[in-house]
Nanobody
Framework: QVQLQESGPGLVKLLQTHSVTCTVS??????????WSWIRQLPGKGLEWLGD???????YYSPSLKSRASISSETSNNQFSLQLSFVNPEDTAVYYC??????????????????WGRGTLVTVSS
């Protein structure tokens, strides 16, 4: 059974760098079939995709983060992490990690999400 667990400080100061780690169990993050994703939910709002990391280490980010985000992996610990720099109050959210896979057919491939972590609340304080 694949499980994901987010961890990291729940409180970060304005303009500092926020870091959250996702520990994956039940599957190796080095398997080619999967990517790994970060998603957040701001208070009272919908889900926002932040970025993905592929097995190759290639990363993809939401343009809305304006180069403030960095996703990396630590394969020896079966973990991947998100760093978000220069945080502001609008970064206060529940941060989730999730498994990504692709369903491919003759008409192409569709990106889908597998299991998610339970989420961790990050609050930006002034």
């Amino acid at each position: 059974q694949v499980q994901l667990q987010e961890s990291g400080p729940g409180l970060v100061k304005l303009l500092q760098t926020h870091s959250v780690t996702c520990t994956v169990s039940g599957v190796s993050i080095t398997i080619d079939y999967y990517w790994w994703s970060w998603i957040r939910q701001l208070p009272g709002k919908g889900l926002e995709w932040l970025g993905d990391i592929a097995v190759s280490g290639t990363t993809y980010y939401s343009p809305s983060l304006k180069s403030r985000a960095s996703i990396s992996s630590e394969t020896s610990n079966n973990q991947f992490s998100l760093q978000l720099s220069f945080v502001n109050p609008e970064d206060t959210a529940v941060y989730y990690c999730a498994q990504v896979y692709f369903y491919c057919s003759g008409s192409g491939c569709i990106r889908r999400l597998g299991p998610w972590g339970r989420g961790t609340l990050v609050t930006v304080s002034s």
